[in-house]
């Protein structure tokens, strides 16, 4: 079983009581590394370009088709380690908040990753 540094829900490393880290391991890791995923712009992180989702070139356009939006979203979900297949992805779109929020649920080879990510501009 592969371990990571636990992260809090604002992104930032996650410390316990006496401000140690934490590690997360498991289903508990997959369903963190599916929510970097979704967090990050396709070619933000300068180490690989073909990291993250394109949402400039396919989701934050004039006319978005959901049908398109969820198979990017899946495809990228698929794309991160241990994820074996997505069982379930929600989509919900506040247009006046300018946030979309993604529900997935995912099988992996440590379990069910299930989650919830926000994303909305400032």
Request: proline share 3%; glycine share 10%.
């Amino acid at each position: 079983m592969s371990l990571d540094l636990a992260l809090s829900m604002d992104g930032d490393l996650a410390l316990d009581l006496m401000g140690a880290t934490r590690l997360v391991g498991g289903a508990e890791r997959v369903r963190q590394q599916i929510g970097i995923t979704l967090r990050v712009l396709l070619g933000e992180w300068f180490l690989d370009t073909s990291f993250g989702v394109p949402y400039f070139e396919d989701i934050l356009v004039k006319n978005p088709d959901r049908a398109s939006i969820e198979a990017v979203l899946r495809a990228r979900i698929v794309d991160v380690p241990s994820v074996t297949a997505v069982q379930r992805l929600g989509l919900e779109v506040d247009r006046a908040a300018r946030a979309l929020r993604v529900t997935f649920e995912a099988e992996t080879t440590e379990g069910l990753a299930d989650g919830i990510v926000t994303l909305g501009m400032p």
